[in-house]
């Protein structure tokens, strides 16, 4: 039988899978030392050799996937080739919940797995669990001869007030250095004390401030709390007009969902301008959340992340990322605003968050609730076929009734040439300011001009290196462009034929309407509200403050006005371009045109005085218009589902964009042909390109892109993997795949 060797074959050597925050296509194998042998389950985070380095991963398992996007088995690695994991890190392990997730992101959206943990293993937030953090108190009796001060006697009257307090917080409200509190303390007559949690991380109180619901809000309130004691996936689309009371229903969710000691998650579109949203939380549970954004510093993030890790975060507020946080026990997840585009991520990983959302809560057995005013085609039809549950309130909160919407023909009225503001809208916006209420302008385009010409020769400033003009920043005094942020000072004369002072700015930009606001209406007080000139968080909190307070009567503002604020004494909303977002070949161009202008629409009138909105349009007959006027929203994306149906365009089919750059143009498009040669033929499979790319040229890159097009019961990702295996892509060129692509450019 069996013949015996000589050299007896060594046992195989214990392995495990190590996932690294790398590009690699999948885990790599590593020996586990015996002494480490019984500590390596999944999700242990280790650090291991790779090349003359050390990483930090996290040991790895095989998650079933749909046989769709089960990704093709790595290759053997011979036990001799092994290299041995060096140490395990002193940090919880990675929840099985998340590990799940990431695989299934990096599956959907043909990412390789590492770049997908790499949004969320920070190797440099682990291993420093923050102990109790200490402060200060002031000892019981002072002790004798202490020389007093006048900054040390505000730092003891500060203390006075709130004891104990941290070090840095003293500091600040006592008015005085570091110094004078070491020295305080060095005297004896500060003792160091234990401080609570911090605010972020105290526990929110369910049943702190509830609010009174109408007939409608307790009905859906009541339908989203039984869903989330149930603790199993659901899907629920919340529909409300703007100020319906959407936020105040699902933060009864929220509420459900802590008092059964679970953890929610809610997403909002922009957190950074969320100062509102944080005070009606703290209205409503006495305490603030937790968030997670870019902006956020540092050691808050650490704390975050740790308090998450370990459930002392109940609620986290987040932008798209947070979704990769460790949660220990999620129960909810609420994707506000669910249509906003800014929930898909266009760099690196390309996904979108509220897609993703909602396989994290099946993941998690937990319902996640998506709320919007003009929701998506795509979430329209999960609810119409039955995948999505769906809540409607149908009237503003409190009797206040929706803005009446009215057209300016621009055709017929046109503002005088180099102006933009028509003498309806003018007429309208003064008689506003008579009555002592607020208006608001609003163009969806910052700095000056969005094009200068030369008036000599007809040359039009374009950036070197992406397919765009540069747009004038005037107070900036530069020329810049919004695709790759590439400056240049306002020229004098004409680069192209020399001509002096014959630089023209063509078209408004917010800078240009303000200057023409504030010409108009020389008395009013007016307020810029653009993401180049309103600052950070801080600031925008402060100008939100100002509206409110009323010490602004005009406000011009691009999207970022459109967000969620509740201005109480706005009445009167002007939209200087309607038709802006309509040109180009985006097939979403009508819906995000009539999401964009309904949500900036919806800040007129959310009080007592009655609300209007006036749009300024050169194409008055256009659907879009017509939907915004009548209000009838429903019917417009009936009409949409209508067209997009045949062709199988999304939400009846799936697309997936391949985008092909390189500097070289030669090779780029050498690589677009040879993959539209290879691309994949099949019934219910179409492939449309390679084109260029609209931005044909970008930071530098020239792009082509194709498009991959397939009916609905036909996944992408398989077709993807295939057709790529098959080409060969030249040095130098990237192929970029977007599955579910927003972004036609
Ligand atoms: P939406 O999210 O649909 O725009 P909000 O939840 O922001 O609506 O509600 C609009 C305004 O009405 C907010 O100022 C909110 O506090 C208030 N509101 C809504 N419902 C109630 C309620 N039941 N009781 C008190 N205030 C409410
Ligand atoms: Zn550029």
């Given at each position: 039988m069996a013949q015996t060797s000589l050299l007896e074959p060594q046992p195989p050597r214990k392995r495990v899978a190590v996932l690294l925050p790398l590009p690699f296509p999948c885990p790599?194998?590593?020996?586990?030392?015996?002494?480490?042998?019984?500590?390596?389950?999944?999700?242990?985070?280790?650090?291991?050799?790779?090349?003359?380095?050390?990483?930090?991963?996290?040991?790895?398992?095989q998650t079933p996937l749909p046989p769709d996007l089960t990704p093709p088995p790595p290759p053997e690695i011979a036990d001799s080739r092994l290299r041995a994991v060096s140490t395990l890190v002193d940090a919880p392990p990675m929840p099985?919940?998340?590990?799940?997730?990431?695989?299934?992101?990096?599956?959907?959206?043909?990412?390789?797995?590492?770049?997908?943990?790499?949004?969320?293993?920070?190797?440099?937030?682990?291993?420093?669990?923050a102990g109790p953090r200490s402060g200060w108190a002031a000892a019981p009796t002072l002790p004798e001869g202490l020389r007093m001060t006048p900054a040390r006697r505000s730092v003891l009257a500060a203390l006075e007030e709130e004891s104990p307090l941290s070090g840095a917080e003293l500091a600040r409200r006592a008015g005085v250095g570091a110094a004078v509190i070491r020295g305080l303390a060095d005297a004896g007559a500060l003792l160091a004390a234990l401080l609570g949690p911090i605010a972020p991380f105290a526990a929110p109180n369910p049943d702190h401030n509830p609010p009174v619901l109408s007939g409608a809000q307790d009905v859906a309130a009541t339908a989203l709390r039984a869903l989330t004691r149930e603790h199993r996936f659901s899907a629920t689309l919340l529909e409300g007009v703007t100020g319906s009371g959407k936020t105040e229903i699902y933060l009864e969710a929220v509420a459900e969902c802590i008092a059964a000691g679970r953890q929610a998650l809610v997403l909002l579109p922009e957190i950074a301008l969320s100062a509102q949203w944080m005070e009606r939380f703290a209205r409503r549970f006495g305490v603030t959340p937790a968030t997670w954004h870019s902006e956020i510093g540092q050691r808050a993030r650490r704390l975050t992340w740790n308090a998450v890790g370990d459930g002392s975060a109940g609620v986290v507020v987040g932008a798209r990322s947070a979704l990769f946080l460790p949660f220990r026990d999620l129960g909810l997840i609420i994707v506000d605003e669910e249509h906003e585009t800014t929930f898909k991520?266009?760099?690196?990983?390309?996904?979108?968050?509220?897609?993703?959302?909602?396989?994290?809560?099946?993941?998690?057995?937990?319902?996640?609730?998506?709320?919007?005013?003009?929701?998506?085609?795509?979430?329209?039809?999960?609810?119409?076929t039955g995948r999505y549950g769906h809540l409607v309130l149908p009237s503003r909160?409190?009797?206040?009734?929706?803005?009446?919407?009215?057209?300016?023909?621009?055709?017929?009225?046109?503002?005088?040439?180099?102006?933009?503001?028509?003498?309806?809208?003018?007429?309208?916006?003064?008689?506003?300011?008579?009555?002592?209420?607020?208006?608001?302008?609003?163009?969806?385009?910052?700095?000056?001009?969005?094009?200068?010409?030369?008036?000599?020769?007809?040359?039009?400033?374009?950036?070197?290196?992406?397919?765009?003009?540069?747009?004038?920043h005037r107070k900036r005094k530069i020329l810049c462009c919004h695709h790759c942020d590439y400056r240049q000072p306002i020229p004098e004369t004409c680069p192209q034929c020399g001509a002096e002072h014959s630089l023209t700015a063509i078209g408004p930009g917010i800078e240009r309407i303000t200057e023409e606001a504030e010409e108009t209406f020389p008395n009013a007080r007016v307020l810029v509200m653009a993401s180049d000139t309103v600052g950070g968080p801080a600031a925008i909190a402060e100008a939100v403050e100002r509206i409110a307070q009323r010490d602004?009567?005009?406000?011009?503002?691009?999207?970022?006005?459109?967000?969620?604020?509740?201005?109480?004494?706005?009445?009167?909303?002007?939209?200087?371009?309607?038709?802006?977002?309509?040109?180009?070949?985006?097939?979403?161009?009508?819906?995000?045109?009539?999401?964009?202008?309904?949500?900036?629409?919806?800040?007129?009138?959310r009080a007592e005085a009655p609300g209007r909105v006036l749009l300024q349009s050169y194409?008055?007959?256009?659907?879009?218009?017509?939907?915004?006027?009548?209000?009838?929203?429903?019917?417009?994306?009936?009409?949409?589902?209508r067209q997009r149906q045949p062709g199988f365009w999304p939400p009846f089919g799936r697309l997936a964009a391949l985008i092909v750059s390189s500097e070289n143009p030669e090779a780029a498009l050498d690589t677009a042909r040879r993959l539209g040669r290879a691309a994949p033929e099949a019934p219910g499979i179409e492939v449309l390109g390679p084109a260029p790319a609209p931005l044909g040229l970008l930071r530098g890159r020239h792009r082509h892109r194709l498009l991959l097009r397939t009916r609905r019961a036909i996944a992408v990702q398989p077709i993807l993997r295939q057709w790529l295996a098959k080409v060969k892509i030249s040095a130098g060129v990237r192929v970029d795949l977007d599955v579910d692509p927003v972004s036609f450019l």
């Open positions: 790599l194998d590593y020996a586990a030392p015996p002494a480490l042998a019984d500590s390596l389950p999944p999700g242990a985070i280790v650090s291991v050799p790779l090349g003359g380095r050390r990483e930090t991963g996290v040991v790895w398992d099985e919940m998340l590990r799940r997730f990431i695989d299934w992101v990096a599956a959907y959206t043909l990412a390789p797995p590492g770049m997908v943990l790499a949004m969320a293993l920070r190797p440099h937030l682990l291993g420093t669990q991520q266009e760099e690196g990983v390309t996904y979108n968050a509220r897609d993703m959302a909602v396989v994290r809560a099946r993941l998690a057995n937990a319902p996640v609730i998506l709320a919007s005013a003009t929701p998506s085609l795509e979430t329209l039809n999960n609810v119409e909160h409190g009797g206040a009734a929706m803005p009446t919407t009215r057209l300016i023909d621009m055709r017929m009225a046109p503002p005088p040439r180099g102006r933009f503001l028509s003498p309806a809208l003018i007429d309208e916006i003064g008689s506003t300011l008579a009555r002592g209420e607020q208006a608001m302008l609003f163009l969806n385009r910052r700095g000056y001009a969005p094009l200068t010409l030369c008036r000599a020769c007809g040359q039009r400033m374009e950036c070197p290196h992406c397919t765009s003009w540069l747009v004038e602004i009567d005009l406000i011009v503002g691009t999207q970022i006005v459109a967000k969620g604020w509740h201005f109480p004494h706005l009445t009167t909303v002007g939209v200087v371009d309607a038709d802006l977002g309509l040109g180009g070949a985006d097939l979403r161009a009508g819906e995000r045109t009539i999401q964009l202008l309904h949500q900036v629409a919806g800040r007129a009138g194409a008055p007959e256009h659907p879009v218009m017509e939907a915004l006027v009548s209000g009838d929203f429903r019917t417009f994306m009936e009409e949409e589902a």
